[in-house]
């Protein structure tokens, strides 16, 4: 679909170049990267190689990377059991799930948290991004890795989770990074793969297309293409403020990612927005894409304090590299089109 924009890459980024060659190479590989011979350990080979390029764009070491089924699998080996505190109503799903003591999110999105507590590093649907204490026990950093420069060594976080597919890789697979000297128990029980944290016959096609991914998004970092990426978001902002003077934008007074705009228009369900615009040729979000499809008010937005007619009016759009200025200007037009003819209806 030529004329379609797709801008919706805090769901899932497009799949990078180089993570379909790695995974094309690497369906070749035969052996199973747990036998001893030539083919497993050639297969162990692109595993170890892969957690070596997913280490080197994280600043960890490649034996703290503990590959896993994606970052909801990484949640439940950081967080079973435990009993942290953390803020329910911005953490994703697969992170509140775990949570026993709930803490206060601010106006901006912001938490207070401490050390031993849970907290995001980067919001999906606000791109909001928080500054994360000394002695944290675990970051979702899954928004966060590939758009903004990481040094895990450096954050002072026990644990972070993170996944491919948010980053240009393949979907089903992400790990759990952990701090130097840290252990976690194994949830799986098998064959003591992943150094007994996690058993499983490794998903080597997976792993083969995160570490490639992991590797070109570092690149990009270094090159500078995310900066491009928020001066279209800005662009964005400022015509969708053009269109409707009305509009409320969220998480703008804080440091956010640089591809994320929340905005909304009270009273205009987003879900109909969102079936609106995908009409009109946009794939965009009213919300985070991990609830099974559902579409309902932004329980973050409502976290923050937003009133409930705010919550339920909220879009999200995310850019990324591939995305044109004049898509995100033909999309403010369009959405402004769609939004006067909501107000005629009011009236």
């Known amino acids: 679909m030529p004329d379609r924009a797709y801008l919706d890459w805090n769901a899932t980024a497009p799949l990078r170049a180089e993570?379909?060659?790695?995974?094309?190479?690497a369906m070749d590989a035969v052996g199973n990267p747990s036998s001893v011979h030539a083919?497993?350990?050639a297969?162990?080979?692109?595993v170890e190689r892969a957690r070596q390029q997913v280490a080197d764009a994280m600043g960890a070491s490649s034996a703290d990377i503990v590959f896993t089924s994606g970052a909801t699998e990484a949640a439940a080996l950081a967080l079973a059991?435990?009993?942290?505190?953390?803020?329910q109503g911005i953490e994703h799903d697969a992170v509140a799930a775990w949570i026993e003591e709930d803490l206060t999110v601010d106006k901006q999105g912001l938490v207070q948290a401490a050390e031993g507590d849970v907290l995001?590093?980067?919001?999906?649907?606000?791109?909001?991004?928080?500054?994360?204490?000394?002695?944290?026990a675990v970051s979702d950093m899954t928004q966060a890795f590939g758009k903004i420069p990481v040094a895990f060594d450096?954050?002072?976080?026990?644990?972070?989770?993170?996944?491919?597919?948010?980053?240009?890789?393949?979907?089903?697979?992400?790990?759990?990074?952990?701090?130097?000297?840290l252990d976690v128990s194994a949830q799986i029980q098998g064959g003591g793969?992943?150094?007994?944290?996690?058993?499983?016959?490794?998903n080597i096609?997976?792993?083969?297309?995160?570490?490639?991914?992991?590797?070109?998004?570092?690149?990009?970092?270094?090159?500078?293409?995310?900066?491009r990426v928020a001066e279209l978001r800005n662009i964005l902002e400022i015509s969708l403020d053009a269109a409707a003077n009305d509009i409320i934008f969220v998480g703008t007074s804080t440091p956010r990612l640089p591809n994320t705009l929340c905005f909304a228009a009270p009273g205009w369900k987003g879900e109909t927005q969102v079936m609106q615009m995908d009409l009109a040729g946009f794939a965009v979000s009213a919300g985070s894409a991990c609830s099974s499809g559902k579409l309902r008010e932004s329980r973050v937005l409502r976290a923050m304090g937003y009133e409930r007619d705010v919550a339920s009016g909220a879009v999200r759009v995310s850019l990324g590299p591939d995305v044109t200025e004049e898509q995100v200007v033909r999309f403010a037009e369009r959405w402004g089109g769609q939004y006067e003819k909501f107000k005629a209806r009011r009236r």
């Open 19 to 25: 993570a379909r060659a790695a995974m094309l190479s």
């Open 39 to 41: 083919e497993g350990r």
């Open 43 to 46: 297969a162990k080979a692109i």
């Open 81 to 87: 059991g435990r009993g942290l505190r953390g803020a």
């Open 120 to 136: 995001q590093l980067a919001n999906s649907e606000t791109g909001v991004l928080q500054s994360l204490p000394e002695g944290l």
């Open 154 to 181: 450096w954050s002072g976080v026990e644990m972070a989770l993170i996944s491919a597919h948010k980053l240009g890789g393949p979907k089903g697979i992400g790990a759990l990074v952990l701090k130097r000297g």
């Open 193 to 202: 793969q992943e150094m007994g944290r996690r058993s499983g016959t490794e």
């Open 205 to 227: 096609v997976g792993i083969a297309g995160f570490g490639a991914a992991a590797e070109a998004a570092a690149r990009d970092l270094a090159d500078g293409v995310w900066d």
